[in-house]
């Protein structure tokens, strides 16, 4: 059995992806990893034009990345909420496994479950719900899919203003949005998914669920 863990952030081994790290290893099964900043591709024309092969027309990376997602028993999807909702990278991935779908349901039973990174903290108010609308993203794609969706890890990111050297005085700031208007960017300083205790927990958490449903899927021990 193997599980599959895509990881849609562009930093490579940043938090998504050692998140992504913690769950498949939990799994206790053969794992893989894909970066899709690795890899180039469009988004689903939506042409049906994959209906009578289940192979998209398109002719780039996602052809690859969809037999494997095809080959995998579990599959993990991590990625983080640009302007509060899944990025663009990972909901174009998540749009071109469509050919999976059609008179097969490829993915149907599989269990599955989601990484969001975030920097919206829990508690802001009048801020947009961005863990839940990215975590929905991946959700909601494998509920439509037949999958077992198995549960979502979050993990507080790092809102990019506190890196750029402009985060203190620039007026669009996002420190003082996030964080509240005495924050500052040594303040608020740099969150780790290590230092995380609920979201290594979480993630720990999910690995096993995979395990067990992939047990119990299939009648062998993990």
């Known amino acids: 059995m193997k599980v599959l863990g895509v990881s849609g952030s562009p930093i490579k081994n940043g938090n998504t992806q050692r998140a992504i790290k913690a769950v498949l290893a939990a799994t206790g099964v053969e794992t893989e990893l894909i970066n899709l900043i690795d890899y180039t591709y469009a988004p689903c024309r939506?042409?049906?034009?994959c209906v009578e092969t289940n192979i998209c027309v398109v002719n780039d990376d996602a052809r690859g990345l969809t037999e494997k997602v095809k080959q995998?028993?579990?599959?993990?999807?991590?990625?983080?909420?640009?302007?509060?909702?899944?990025?663009?990278?990972?909901?174009?991935?998540?749009e071109r496994l469509y050919p999976l779908r059609h008179k097969h349901g490829y993915m149907a039973g599989k269990p599955g479950g989601a990484v969001i990174t975030c920097c919206v903290p829990e508690?802001?108010?009048?801020?947009p719900p961005a863990f839940?609308?990215?975590?929905n993203a991946i959700r909601f794609y494998m509920m439509e899919e037949g999958m077992n969706f198995l549960g979502s890890v979050r993990v507080q990111g790092n809102v990019p203003c506190?890196?750029?050297?402009?985060?203190?005085?620039c007026k669009m700031s996002a420190v003082k949005m996030l964080y509240g208007s005495e924050a500052t960017v040594d303040s608020v300083g740099i969150n780790k998914f290590e230092y995380q205790l609920d979201a290594t927990s979480a993630a720990v958490g999910l690995g096993k669920k995979i395990a067990e449903a992939l047990t119990a899927k299939n009648g062998v021990s993990v």
């Open 46 to 49: 939506a042409c049906l034009g």
């Open 72 to 94: 995998a028993d579990a599959l993990v999807i991590g990625g983080f909420t640009p302007y509060s909702t899944l990025d663009a990278r990972t909901k174009a991935f998540i």
């Open 162 to 169: 506190v890196i750029c050297g402009h985060g203190d005085e």
């Open 123 to 127: 508690n802001a108010d009048m801020l």
């Open 132 to 135: 839940h609308m990215g975590e």
